[in-house]
């Protein structure tokens, strides 16, 4: 293998069987040669002296920590020969060259003509906008504006309470001389006091006038000032979106009959959106394009995370992930046309082989126990649920009969309400938070402090749906308290009483750095795949919509 990206296995491989299919890059269980590959690539990672980057795992290490996505792909040349790629998502020590990594689809900072010019001018214009911001002149326009509205507005108040005043004075003289009114003195009085109501009036609307002229000169130097900020950022953002229009088009990816597709194609023009900021720039897209310009036939793949985990995000060192489906699949999507993939489990599962349980049954509503890796509604690809259950085990039922959910993996208590009047009044006793949930899991690890609460906002990351992000800035608020009930062969049991019922709220609080930095066993998307997710909803207390009898059920965890 001449080609110094490609990388010979340092391990015997011979006596490994090769997958029968390429791996599924959205869910999968890494095969035993990308196990090697990225293990091989760990080992550089962790002796290598190419580059110095920090992962945030040494204390005294310099620069911003950011741990990195990387990934291997299992290839085979044309003699046949095996071997691997490797890739990193995005730049890596603020580079896109590094000798042991294949390149990137398109190199943004060299080998071409109109980046780096482009960003220099709109550099210059984010510096002339700043300036024109922070100016005095602009202050001064502002403050002479404002200063000019708050002082008319207290001559126009001060004006409006004078002639309130004389108009409950020329009342005060009517009324004294109102039983006079036959004499002519009396016309002669009215008339005064009518000339004095319509001369308050017209200074009234003079007044008026001259302010309206005031703030006008007023704000039209503010606004010119602003106005040139204005065309600025109008240039900018033209700009901005033709640089990134042009970016799109450079990004062009291959598939194994080397037919190329722009990210702009792919995006813009087959999904009608804008790809995601970083579209293109992933471990997997890159791998692929490498291989396919080189001739080398794809077998398997793995994505690990290697340092720290950012801050929002829930990611652990030397973990496998899947592609991101946001940014990777509509790309991968192109790239793996005509390739024998695993299939997509989720999509092959069209009905679950189990009974649901009700616990709890009377006229008006229902608890059931939902078994683990089974929808509570129908979903994309699967109609078997609970909701589908119910309506055939009710079929006379009204309303929609699930008063809330929970994750495909969580097993446990589910109500449901078998007329719409039951679901609206156990819904409000969700929306007010007076419903008490108890749910049991099994955390992947030993947790010492006893007892505690958890209080991160969440929001779903945009590029890799359904996974939770901790997000100050956008995120919903989210708050679980937890109490350790026991330890079992390295794991903790806990109780979970979440107050709010935000998606993946108990996974991300148990896993994430922030939170118990313990992840909850057998969980794929925060921690590690096992024979089931442990976590299960095992206690409901709430108020019954009919008797006004506060109800607790129970369901005894299965593990």
Known sequence: MKDNKLHRF??????????????????????????????????????????????????????????????VLVVRDR?????????????????????????????????????????????????????????????????????????????LAGFRKYCEQQ?????????????QREDPAYEVLADYLNRQSARDSYE????????????????????????????????????????????????????KEKQPKSLYEIFNKDLGIQPLAGAGECAAPKLFQYAFEHGLEPVCMAEFWWGKSPRSEVRRHLHYYPSCRGKCEPILRHMLEGIDMDADVLKMV??????????????YLAVVNKPENFLSVPGKFMEDSVYKRMRQRYPSATGPLVVHRLDMGTSGLLLVAKDKYTHELLQRQFLKKTIRKRYVALLDGILDV??????????????????????????????????????????TRVHFFPVTGRTHQLRVHAAHHLGLKTPIKGDEFYGAKADRLYLHAEELRFVHPQTREIMTVTCPAPF
Do not use: W
């Open 10 to 71: 340092l391990a015997d491989v011979s006596r490994i069987a090769l997958p029968g299919k390429f791996t599924f890059p959205f869910y999968y269980d890494p095969h035993p040669l990308a196990r090697l590959a990225a293990e091989q690539l760990q080992d550089y990672l962790g002796e290598q002296e190419d580059f110095v980057h920090n992962f945030g795992m040494h204390q005294d290490a310099d620069g911003l920590e950011i741990g990195k996505m990387f990934g």
């Open 450 to 491: 006893q007892q505690g609460s958890v209080d991160l906002p969440l929001r779903v990351d945009l590029e890799d749906r359904p996974r939770q992000l901790v997000c100050y800035e956008h995120g919903r608020s989210a708050l679980t308290h937890y109490e350790v009930v026991g330890y079992e062969d390295g794991a």
């Open 79 to 155: 003699e046949g020969a095996l071997g691997f790629l490797a890739a990193f998502s995005g730049k890596l020590a603020e580079s896109n060259d590094h000798r042991y990594f294949v390149p990137p689809v398109f190199d943004l900072l060299e080998g071409n003509d109109f980046f780096k010019p482009e960003i220099a001018i709109l550099n210059d214009i984010n510096d002339r906008v700043e300036a024109l911001e922070q100016s005095g002149e602009l202050q001064q326009h502002k403050a002479h504006y404002e200063l000019t509205v708050a002082d008319n507005e207290r001559k």
């Open 204 to 255: 009234l609307k003079q007044l008026q006038k001259s302010i309206k002229e005031q703030h006008e000169a007023a704000f039209r130097q503010y606004d010119d000032y602003l106005a040139k900020i204005r065309e600025l950022k109008r240039e900018r953002k033209q700009r901005s979106a033709a640089l990134q229009d042009r970016i799109f088009r450079q990004y062009v990816f291959l598939n």
């Open 167 to 179: 108009k409950a004075l020329r009342a005060t003289v009517r009324d004294a001389f109102s039983t």
């Open 350 to 363: 069209t009905a679950c082989d189990c009974e649901v349980e009700v616990v709890y049954e009377d006229d």
